[in-house]
């Protein structure tokens, strides 16, 4: 018996080392590709956790682009539409209602076009 559980635990240890030393680029939590459950935006590489419902399962999806619908960043981490891409705002009636419900929906623009109109 003393024999065999040196063995078993060598065996174990070859078998796991390459799974150890292989980079993770995707993670179980972490890092999830577009398309993957999820339960929080900070879970997902593109930043949002969207749903399509409030019994729906929530997805990592693709932050909403210019003229695209959008919801404003929120304290919850899912979204019923995802917040803008980076240098994008979203432009949203932000009640106290809206953000209580997560309905204060509105549309991605570029500031920088509006200033140039002006």
Request: glycine share 6%; charged share 20%.
């Amino acid at each position: 018996m003393a024999k065999v559980l040196p063995a078993c635990l060598l065996l174990a240890l070859l078998l796991l080392a390459p799974a150890l030393a292989a980079p993770q680029e995707r993670g179980l939590i972490f890092n999830l590709e577009i398309g993957e459950l999820c339960l929080q935006s900070a879970q997902c590489k593109s930043g949002c956790c969207h749903r399509v419902s409030g019994l729906s399962l929530a997805r990592c999806a693709s932050m909403a682009a210019e003229f695209q619908e959008c919801s404003p960043k929120s304290i919850y981490g899912v979204y019923y539409k995802c917040p803008c891409e980076r240098g994008l705002t979203c432009e949203a009636d932000r009640t106290i209602v809206g953000s209580i419900t997560n309905s204060d929906f509105g549309v991605c623009k570029d500031p920088q076009d509006s200033s140039r109109r002006r």
